[in-house]
Nanobody, 114 residues
Framework: QVQLVESGGGLVQAGGSLRLSCAAS????????MGWYRQAPGERFLVARI??????VLSDRANGRFIISRDNGLNTVTLEMNDLQPEDTAVYFC?????????WGQGTQVTVSS
């Protein structure tokens, strides 16, 4: 069973930065891509994802402020979030897209105060 362990959430003032990290229990080469989603009532929205070849997709909200990267040696994916705003407040989930199913972390809370 794949495990994804997230870390790095917390409370920050508007304009500040946070770095979220997701550690996988197996090689991240096993996944088509890995990404970060934010939880809204009843739905999760893509924030950013990164493929095996290193190509990235960022949401309009994240583009220009967030950077997603991967460390294949450590099996980790990192989301660097800059210029955070109160509307970025959410629970953020790490995702790994496997050959037959998706895997999810437990979520980490990000709170941005105005």
């Amino acid at each position: 069973q794949v495990q994804l362990v997230e870390s790095g959430g917390g409370l920050v003032q508007a304009g500040g930065s946070l770095r979220l990290s997701c550690a996988a229990s197996e090689s991240i080469f096993n996944f088509n891509y890995m990404g970060w989603y934010r939880q809204a009532p009843g739905e999760r929205f893509l924030v950013a994802r990164i493929s095996v070849d290193g190509s990235t997709v960022l949401s309009d909200r994240a583009n220009g402020r967030f950077i997603i990267s991967r460390d294949n040696g450590l099996n980790t994916v990192t989301l660097e979030m800059n210029d955070l705003q109160p509307e970025d407040t959410a629970v953020y989930f790490c995702n790994a897209n496997g050959p037959s199913r998706d895997y999810w972390g437990q979520g980490t809370q990000v709170t941005v105060s105005s």
